[in-house]
Every structure is written in structure tokens, then in C-alpha cells.
């Protein structure tokens, strides 16, 4: 498994959950790697991703509530989830996205989160 995921479950609104993602080195080292969701009917969308060098961007609806994060040491990429809303309520996908290669993104499993009212 090149990309495995975890750390989603059941929380309520206001609550904070973290989702981790653990890639092979020969991935991590590369790509930028970004989490992505998909609510039922929904097209899946780019919540947050991190470059090589550490650069950060995110989705507007969680700017100032989520934060993207690295371990270069344990090939792990973090997603930082606060003051969750229902409509964060998704299955969440964690991607690498790799340079100068077709196709260019690796998919992890994904991981349900779900934020009742």
C-alpha cells in the first residue's frame, strides 16, 4: 500500500479530529501531497496541500480551521481538523501528486469523517 490512511470517525460540531496518512519514502519525497473530499453527491474537491518545500494552501471553507502538516521523517502527512461543521461531513482522500509522471496522483483509501449536528 503506497498511501494509508486513517483517523477519521464520528465527532460533534465545534470538535476537532486528526487524519494521518503514511506514504512509501520513495513518494513522500516527491510529491505534494494534498487531502481531498467527497460528501455523498459531491464532486470530490481539494481541501489542503503541502509542497516538497512546505508551502501550504487550502480550500476557503477551511482556511483558519484545518492545517496541513509533514513528518519528513516518518513519511507522513497530517491534517489538523478543528472546530468541525457538519457540512465537513465527507469521506476524506489522502493524494500525492507526482512530478513529470503519467498519471500524476496516487490515491489513498478513504477515510470517513462525520460531524453530527
Known amino acids: 500500500v503506497q498511501l494509508q490512511a486513517s483517523g477519521g470517525g464520528l465527532v460533534q460540531a465545534g470538535g476537532s479530529l486528526r487524519l494521518s496518512c503514511a506514504a512509501s519514502?520513495?513518494?513522500?519525497?516527491?510529491?505534494?501531497m494534498n487531502w481531498f473530499r467527497q460528501a455523498p453527491g459531491n464532486q470530490r474537491e481539494l481541501v489542503a496541500g503541502?509542497?516538497?518545500?512546505?508551502?501550504?494552501n487550502y480550500a476557503d471553507s477551511v482556511k483558519d480551521r484545518f492545517t496541513i502538516s509533514k513528518d519528513n521523517t516518518e513519511n507522513t502527512v497530517y491534517l489538523q481538523m478543528n472546530s468541525l461543521k457538519p457540512e465537513d461531513t465527507a469521506v476524506y482522500y489522502c493524494?500525492?501528486?507526482?512530478?513529470?509522471?503519467?498519471?500524476?496522483?496516487?490515491w489513498g483509501q478513504g477515510t470517513l469523517v462525520t460531524v453530527s449536528s
Open positions: 519514502k520513495s513518494i513522500f519525497s516527491i510529491a505534494t
Open positions: 493524494n500525492a501528486r507526482l512530478p513529470f509522471t503519467a498519471p500524476p496522483d496516487i
Open positions: 503541502i509542497t516538497r518545500s512546505g508551502s501550504t
